[in-house]
């Protein structure tokens, strides 16, 4: 068995998230070839290192990431901060010969994206970029049935990504909302969620044409760097900043295959909490998940008959993808641990056998260069068509 050490950057909710995993992954993948050991951890601050060290069970802690890269007995860095620091964080671990998994979106730019591909092209070395909601037992059985030809010939792919936890303007100015941060709003955050499932289910986006809006133009300013996601208020007496990201965002697709979709994400929507949600119509049936019911796939097939036709609910289990490392029987609740649990797994697997592992690097550049052209069809008003990464040279095209 491989001990693979891990460098892991930022001890916030991802933090957790991915700690939680590293502990799990073996209690739920066995036999297994690797045992993650939690070598460091790097946050903002010695006491912010220390206590997330503490809490999350790594060996040393430090207040410089370098470290990391820099220590030779670490073999993946794992990228958990805030979007701005990604693409260094990611680069100068790859020229240090480490693997790396970074948190989406993958960059703050498409600039930086295109440079963290090159990186990882000439390194060799396993990249992954953190889509874990594709890793949903419920989402990579929708693929095994699209593959299986179940729904024949995908039509139509209608996604959306809603929350709630940013629609009260008195949630604070947290990184998410400056753009010098996070890159963009609703775009960055939660919509390349949706694209991610959109080109893992369907394939290529082709063109876009795509609205914005720009709702709540300010919000009270926050002393702490972690986003508390709307849980902690603005007081009366806080001082007011600019949010210069946009709130909403909706976009019609066409795919490369001749399908055609739409997609929509805010986390404004009174009432959604984590409504991910995807339907998918083909020539023979239909597939439609929402994560909130996360352990459930629903579907609904023309050879039903007309006396029976509505969606049926599958219930996710032993039996279907990556469910025998899971729990022994369907419906006794998968989380977002799970998620994290599996990506874990990919991700070790790919570093012991050597072989790539999806989404990488180069898949968070293809969803960053549908980003870029959803922000140009909102300014212009018009179709706008997108850019692709060619995934053997790592070249836009
Ligand atoms: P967070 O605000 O909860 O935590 C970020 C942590 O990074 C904070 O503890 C902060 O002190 C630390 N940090 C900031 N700069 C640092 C530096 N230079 N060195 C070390 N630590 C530093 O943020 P959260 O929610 O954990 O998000 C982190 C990343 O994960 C973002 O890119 C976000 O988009 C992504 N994310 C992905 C999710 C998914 O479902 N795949 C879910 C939530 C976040
Ligand atoms: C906030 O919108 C957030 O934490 C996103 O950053 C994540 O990517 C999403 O998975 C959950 O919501």
Redesign the pocket.
């Known amino acids: 068995m491989k001990n693979i050490a891990v460098g892991l950057?930022?001890?916030?909710?991802?933090?957790?998230?991915h700690s939680l995993a590293y502990s799990a992954v073996n209690m739920f993948f066995w036999p297994s070839d690797f045992q993650p050991v939690k070598h460091s951890i790097?946050?903002?601050?010695t006491e912010?290192?220390e206590h997330?060290a503490t809490r999350f069970g790594f060996q040393h802690s430090t207040?410089?990431?370098r470290e990391l890269v820099d220590n030779p007995d670490i073999d993946v860095i794992d990228?958990?901060?805030?979007?701005n620091?990604?693409a260094e964080?990611a680069i100068a671990a790859l020229e240090a010969g480490k693997h790396v998994i970074?948190?989406?979106?993958l960059a703050l730019t498409t600039d930086e994206a295109k440079d963290m591909v090159k990186a990882a092209d000439s390194s060799g070395l396993v990249n992954m970029v953190?889509?874990?909601?594709r890793r949903t037992p419920a989402v990579t059985l929708a693929k095994k049935y699209i593959e299986e030809g179940a729904i024949g010939d995908v039509l139509n792919f209608r996604g959306t990504y809603l929350q709630d936890w940013s629609a009260d303007p008195n949630s604070p100015l947290?990184?998410?909302f400056q753009k010098s941060v996070?890159g963009s709003g609703a775009i960055?955050?939660i919509l390349?969620?949706v694209l991610d499932m959109a080109r893992y289910l369907v394939g290529e986006v082709d063109e876009v044409n795509a609205l914005t809006q720009h709702i709540i133009t300010e919000r009270p300013t926050q002393a702490?760097?972690?986003?508390?996601?709307g849980t902690v208020k603005g007081g009366t007496d806080t001082p007011m900043a600019p949010v210069d990201v946009e709130d909403e965002v909706l976009s019609l697709l066409k795919f490369a295959n001749g399908a055609v979709g739409s997609v929509e994400a805010t986390r404004n929507a009174w009432g959604r909490n984590n409504f991910l949600t995807f339907e998918i119509h083909g020539t023979e049936g239909s597939l439609y998940f929402n994560y909130e019911n996360r352990d459930e796939l629903q579907v609904c097939f023309r050879s039903d008959g007309d006396d029976r036709r509505g969606f049926r609910t599958v219930y996710t289990g032993p039996a279907h993808p990556n469910g025998h490392a899971l729990w022994p029987i369907p419906a006794l609740g998968i989380g977002?641990g799970e998620?994290?649990i599996i990506e874990a797994h990919d991700l070790f697997q790919a570093i012991v056998t050597g072989d790539g592992v999806r989404p990488d690097f180069a898949d968070g550049l293809q969803v960053a260069l549908i980003d870029d052209a959803i922000q140009s069809s909102a300014n212009s008003g018009q179709w706008t068509s997108v850019a692709r990464v060619n995934r053997d040279t790592g070249e836009v095209e």
């Open positions: 950057v930022g001890g916030g909710f991802m933090g957790k998230a790097a946050e903002a601050t912010l290192a997330a207040d410089d990431w990228i958990a901060t805030p979007n620091t990604h964080i970074c948190e989406k979106p953190a889509f874990n909601y947290s990184w998410r996070a960055g955050d390349t969620h702490s760097g972690v986003d508390s996601l977002y998620t994290k």
